[in-house]
């Protein structure tokens, strides 16, 4: 049995014939546990209070908490309210210097606060013991990106603290500080699919227990209101003008956005029996899907989140009519809350009537990608109070409306909670969460048939874009032969810059290598570039378009994302707000890539995005690898991408004047079986600073003859990994050294090339993904 923490234990050094000079970890088969997950603790912060009994103090008295906002100026937008949260003036962080405190964003500080909770309540001391952390976020620490654009934008000259906030502005280093307060290193996961984020994040953590991969998970979700985000819901007209949400109300107006988080522990069955932790409640089923209709706008008749609905109730082993209560998405937009009413009727049928609904959203708004997480935990106060919170501001009930719609806070009988999460780019969810003691709920099961354990992980697809070319073949060719692409200086388009920073583009797409797409025609580069490296993946393995491939999956890697449109949108919010482009906003969000090839593809079922560095590429390989164990998917389409533009660009300078950003995407189709390559990884092996990044690295061996190396070519960033020296008869390919800093996209090229390099040798392949921030990987291909 594997010890309490040692990470996602499935692929393993052991298995590769990798062994660390620090500690052997026994092989964990994946397999399907029959066992119970029960939630032993939960913390929520919201509007409406900093933790649980402010929070159900506030749903008892039906308080909304809406006011103007004051954070940044709306004085030009249609609406002016949201609902804030006031955050303790205590020192949340002590291992940060002060100096650096203002460094740590404000959705991160409420995650704190949120686990601080959790894990009083689940009378843990601390996070040893908990095998990975999965956050939902939808904006992550976007206003130190903002910050930082500012910065750029303002000034000719180099800034100082620029470095530090592009640290910090990345989603995982905020959550490396809050590792780093418990000195734990476990693996953590972010994922970003929109509003649908912290249930996903859920979700994720519930098929990591299933499948044996891990015993105790962390998991939930949290957003803080950001200037850029507000201005693109109004420019949408989403937001409510008379500022108040009236979700199901007939003369609904719009949402209005809130702040806040929230986590729940989740621990097997026998986990929790070992330390005689008490349960607060069962997680019964989850499922997810994917809506094709449109970027922004849900499918009237609620497909998507039927088909969610429906199968978190078959894992749970439950009927409609068994449901109490539902937590409903409920935005207060005329689309939406329409949609989940037709959603709910086709699902529940005659059942609809006796289901009791409600919108937590009306009394704190829309809290994007917590909002899944937040009102998962209001679905477990509810269960253990034995209430209903109401949905607050209703004047006349829509006609759409066929379920007891609970209109203000209600003391019921509630054994069985639903929650819905339907978020941009059409990534919908649902949790059922349930009594521990109620005698509705069956021991949580798989969507289907278990796939055999000895099956293993193979690819069967690649494709490739970078600066070398548009294909697999060029990526090769061009690192092989060390044949650098040229570099060009890459000017703003905001304000002028007086030191040269270089850039490496992808040259323009052949004639063949795009669909003819409507949706690519306002899409952004990084929706390109892993579109194309999606489809040479698919035709590779035989499946042009997608065609024979079966049930697909897509799970997409990025760190920056959509750079350019976000570049350009916040500055037409800050030089023109009221003329500020609707039309660019959507493409902004971190999941429009995924969304597009999903539509393309015509995937709805699984799709998400992980938001990480370069090595996370593995988290990716490693949720495609459990979807394919649950038998949710036939294949995986992984996709790593990037792209880059003036502030990607400066941004690489910051970090050594000589290292060149670039730009591109690497696609790898995965099934399990014994076709195509077979390919292994390690845990995560993650570290808070250099030096221990530098022994994570060297504790791995490198046994093999052929080895791709994650080495930029700059002895300064390349300190930890080249303590690791490969045999002296390997032969070594070196794609940042070549291509240039592509970041999101960089871990994905790694793979691409050594599956290319394996192919055409024979012989299996080491990567070496040593990571920047948070984790280090070791991968075997062949």
Known sequence: MRKSGDPLGFNVCSSLGIHSRAVSVPIIVPHLTSQRIFITGAGIVSPLGLDWQENEASFRANRTAFRPVTMFDVSERIAKTAAHVDLPEERLFLKIPRRREALIDRGTKMLMLALRETLAQAKLPGLQGVDAIVIGTSAGAMGIGQEYFRHAAGSPVRQPGQISRLEFYQPQRQLNAIAAEYDWHGPMILVSNACASGANAIGDAMAMIQTGKARRVLAGGYDALAELVYAGFDTLRALAPSGVPRPFDAARDGLALGEGAALVLLESEEAAAERGAEAIAIAAGYATATDLHHLTQPDPEGKAAIRTMTGACVMAGLSPHEIDYINSHGTGTPYNDVAEASAVKAWAGEAASGISLSSTKSAMGHLLGGAGAVEAVICLMALRGQWMPGSLNIRETDPAVCFDLVQQFRPAKVQVALTNSFGFGGTNATLILANVGSAKTATPHSNGKVQEPNTGLRIVGTGAVSPAGWSTQELLHAVSEKLTPPAVDCPRTVG?????????????????????????????????FAMAAALEALEKAGFPRGVGAGRLGIIQLMFNGCVQFSGKFYHEVLETPALASPLIFPETVYNAPASHIAAYLGVDGPATTLIGESSAIIEAVDIAHTWLTQDLIDHALVIGSEECDWLGAEAASYYHSDLIACEGAGALLL??????????????????????????????????????????????????ELQEQPTESATTLNPRQVLGESMGAAGALQLVLAAAVAEKSGQPVSVTLPGTLCAAYRAVIG
């Open 496 to 528: 002028m810059r007086d030191w040269p920073c270089k850039v490496r583009h992808a040259p323009a797409a052949p004639a063949d290598r795009l669909p003819k797409f409507p949706r690519l025609r306002r899409a952004s580069p990084i929706t390109k």
């Open 671 to 720: 099934t399990l079986g014994d076709q195509g390559q077979p390919m292994h990884h390690t845990p995560a092996l993650t570290f808070h600073n250099e030096v221990e990044k530098a022994a994570r690295i060297w504790a791995m061996d490198l046994p093999l003859k052929q080895h791709v190396s994650g080495l930029s070519g700059i002895p300064l960033l390349d300190q930890a």
